[in-house]
């Protein structure tokens, strides 16, 4: 392998290990309630589209402060998101698309604590020296006590 080469495999490999830090990220933020943290590692001009059972299509960091900032109002006492299977796809040096498994616990005051099971789909862009997202979709494959609408993991 060429010098030239060898640099651009390195450099994959390495942007790759970051995107993965950066999923990991979100979910360690969201689980210690650190929502600015959670913010910033999106774009200015993100789109988060959680589904509707939860909110409406987010456009913009702003947007998504905004709820946040009013996560004690869902009435959860804590959750725990749990991510596996991280799949990276490049499309240029700056740009990749994420598909991400998810487990998440809610803990809810009363009643049964809701869990889901799906994936993230993200859209990444290096942003100065690092990554952040630019787009999430939350797809939903199962889930117990937590019956809103949600986007389905596989459309039928």
Same mark, same amino acid.
């Given at each position: 392998m060429k010098t030239k080469e060898m640099d651009a495999a390195l450099q994959k490999l390495v942007d790759k290990d970051v995107i993965v830090d950066l999923v990991h990220r979100y979910s360690f933020y969201f689980d210690h309630r650190r929502f600015e943290e959670v913010t910033m590692i999106f774009t200015e001009d993100c789109v988060i589209d959680y589904g509707r059972g939860i909110?409406?299509?987010i456009q913009g960091r702003a947007e998504l402060a905004a709820l946040l900032s009013n996560a004690d109002?869902?009435?959860? %006492?804590?959750?725990? !998101? $749990?991510?596996?299977?991280?799949w990276i796809t490049f499309?240029?040096?700056?740009?990749?698309?994420?598909?991400?498994? %998810?487990?998440?616990? !809610? $803990?809810?005051?009363?009643?049964?604590?809701?869990?889901?099971?799906?994936y993230y789909y993200d859209k990444v862009v290096r942003a100065g020296d690092g990554w952040l997202i630019a787009y999430r979709q939350l797809r939903i494959g199962g889930q117990e006590n937590f019956d809103i609408e949600w986007i389905p993991l596989i459309e039928r």
């Open positions: 909110a409406p299509l109002a869902t009435g959860f %006492l804590g959750t725990s !998101h $749990h991510n596996a299977n991280v499309d240029g040096p700056d740009r990749a698309d994420v598909a991400t498994s %998810l487990y998440a616990w !809610h $803990h809810a005051p009363q009643g049964p604590n809701p869990r889901v099971w799906g």
